[in-house]
Nanobody, 125 residues
Framework: VQLQASGGGSVQPGGSLRLSCAAS???????MGWFRQAPGKEREFVAA????????FYSDSVKVRFSISRDNAKNTVYLQMNSLKPEDTANYYC????????????????????WGQGTQVTVSS
Protein backbone atom coordinates (compact mmCIF):
# COMPACT_ATOMS: atom_id res chain seq x y z
CA VAL A 1 0.00 0.00 0.00
CA GLN A 2 1.34 3.39 -0.98
CA LEU A 3 -0.04 6.50 0.66
CA GLN A 4 0.06 10.07 -0.60
CA ALA A 5 -0.82 12.86 1.82
CA SER A 6 -1.78 16.32 0.63
CA GLY A 7 -3.69 19.42 1.63
CA GLY A 8 -1.28 21.05 4.02
CA GLY A 9 -0.54 24.74 3.99
CA SER A 10 -0.39 27.92 5.99
CA VAL A 11 -3.45 29.23 7.77
CA GLN A 12 -4.26 31.78 10.43
CA PRO A 13 -5.42 30.73 13.89
CA GLY A 14 -9.08 29.81 13.79
CA GLY A 15 -8.87 28.73 10.18
CA SER A 16 -9.54 25.35 8.60
CA LEU A 17 -7.74 22.88 6.38
CA ARG A 18 -8.66 19.49 4.99
CA LEU A 19 -5.91 16.93 4.57
CA SER A 20 -6.27 14.02 2.17
CA CYS A 21 -4.51 10.69 2.11
CA ALA A 22 -4.87 8.81 -1.15
CA ALA A 23 -4.00 5.12 -1.17
CA SER A 24 -2.96 2.92 -4.03
CA UNK A 25 -5.34 0.01 -4.41
CA UNK A 26 -8.31 -0.86 -2.29
CA UNK A 27 -7.87 0.00 1.35
CA UNK A 28 -11.47 -0.31 2.53
CA UNK A 29 -10.49 -2.97 5.07
CA UNK A 30 -7.51 -1.03 6.32
CA UNK A 31 -7.54 1.12 9.39
CA MET A 32 -6.15 4.55 8.67
CA GLY A 33 -4.50 6.95 11.03
CA TRP A 34 -3.16 10.49 11.09
CA PHE A 35 -0.12 11.40 13.13
CA ARG A 36 1.84 14.62 13.40
CA GLN A 37 5.31 15.68 14.35
CA ALA A 38 6.40 19.17 15.29
CA PRO A 39 10.06 20.21 15.24
CA GLY A 40 11.89 18.88 18.27
CA LYS A 41 8.94 16.77 19.37
CA GLU A 42 8.00 13.13 19.08
CA ARG A 43 5.42 11.99 16.60
CA GLU A 44 1.97 11.97 18.15
CA PHE A 45 -1.38 10.42 17.37
CA VAL A 46 -4.07 12.68 15.94
CA ALA A 47 -6.95 10.54 14.69
CA ALA A 48 -7.80 7.13 13.29
CA UNK A 49 -10.68 5.38 11.57
CA UNK A 50 -11.16 1.64 11.77
CA UNK A 51 -11.28 -0.37 8.59
CA UNK A 52 -14.45 -2.40 9.00
CA UNK A 53 -16.48 -0.69 11.69
CA UNK A 54 -15.37 2.84 10.73
CA UNK A 55 -15.17 3.70 14.39
CA UNK A 56 -13.19 6.87 14.92
CA PHE A 57 -10.61 7.75 17.52
CA TYR A 58 -9.12 11.12 18.39
CA SER A 59 -6.49 12.56 20.64
CA ASP A 60 -7.86 14.73 23.41
CA SER A 61 -6.23 17.81 21.93
CA VAL A 62 -8.16 17.62 18.64
CA LYS A 63 -11.34 15.61 19.25
CA VAL A 64 -13.65 18.62 19.27
CA ARG A 65 -12.01 20.37 16.32
CA PHE A 66 -10.89 17.65 13.91
CA SER A 67 -12.88 15.03 12.03
CA ILE A 68 -11.60 11.95 10.22
CA SER A 69 -13.56 10.33 7.44
CA ARG A 70 -13.02 8.02 4.49
CA ASP A 71 -14.30 7.55 0.97
CA ASN A 72 -13.66 3.92 0.09
CA ALA A 73 -14.69 4.46 -3.53
CA LYS A 74 -11.77 6.87 -3.86
CA ASN A 75 -9.43 5.01 -1.48
CA THR A 76 -8.99 8.27 0.34
CA VAL A 77 -9.06 9.32 3.97
CA TYR A 78 -9.65 12.89 5.04
CA LEU A 79 -8.80 14.91 8.09
CA GLN A 80 -10.95 18.00 8.43
CA MET A 81 -9.25 20.43 10.77
CA ASN A 82 -11.23 23.35 12.15
CA SER A 83 -10.45 26.05 14.70
CA LEU A 84 -6.75 25.54 14.09
CA LYS A 85 -4.30 26.69 16.73
CA PRO A 86 -0.60 27.52 16.50
CA GLU A 87 0.11 24.34 18.47
CA ASP A 88 -1.36 22.34 15.60
CA THR A 89 1.65 23.33 13.50
CA ALA A 90 3.42 20.13 12.46
CA ASN A 91 4.15 17.76 9.65
CA TYR A 92 1.12 15.50 9.30
CA TYR A 93 1.47 11.86 8.24
CA CYS A 94 -1.11 9.30 7.25
CA UNK A 95 -0.66 5.63 8.01
CA UNK A 96 -2.45 2.36 7.35
CA UNK A 97 -2.59 -1.22 8.46
CA UNK A 98 -4.93 -4.14 8.85
CA UNK A 99 -6.04 -4.55 12.43
CA UNK A 100 -8.22 -7.21 14.04
CA UNK A 101 -11.71 -6.53 15.30
CA UNK A 102 -11.74 -4.72 18.65
CA UNK A 103 -8.12 -3.76 18.24
CA UNK A 104 -7.00 -1.33 20.90
CA UNK A 105 -3.77 0.06 19.50
CA UNK A 106 -4.98 2.68 17.04
CA UNK A 107 -3.11 5.41 18.88
CA UNK A 108 0.31 3.76 18.67
CA UNK A 109 2.36 4.61 15.60
CA UNK A 110 4.42 1.41 15.79
CA UNK A 111 1.28 -0.58 14.93
CA UNK A 112 1.03 0.96 11.47
CA UNK A 113 2.90 -0.72 8.64
CA UNK A 114 2.36 1.72 5.78
CA TRP A 115 3.17 5.43 5.88
CA GLY A 116 2.82 8.33 3.53
CA GLN A 117 5.12 11.30 3.28
CA GLY A 118 4.25 14.24 5.46
CA THR A 119 2.29 17.32 4.57
CA GLN A 120 3.17 20.49 6.44
CA VAL A 121 0.55 22.43 8.35
CA THR A 122 1.52 25.85 9.68
CA VAL A 123 -0.83 27.88 11.85
CA SER A 124 0.39 31.40 12.38
CA SER A 125 -0.85 34.96 12.38
Amino acid sequence: VQLQASGGGSVQPGGSLRLSCAASGSTSSYSMGWFRQAPGKEREFVAAIAGTTEMTFYSDSVKVRFSISRDNAKNTVYLQMNSLKPEDTANYYCAANLFPFRFSGYRDDYNYRFWGQGTQVTVSS
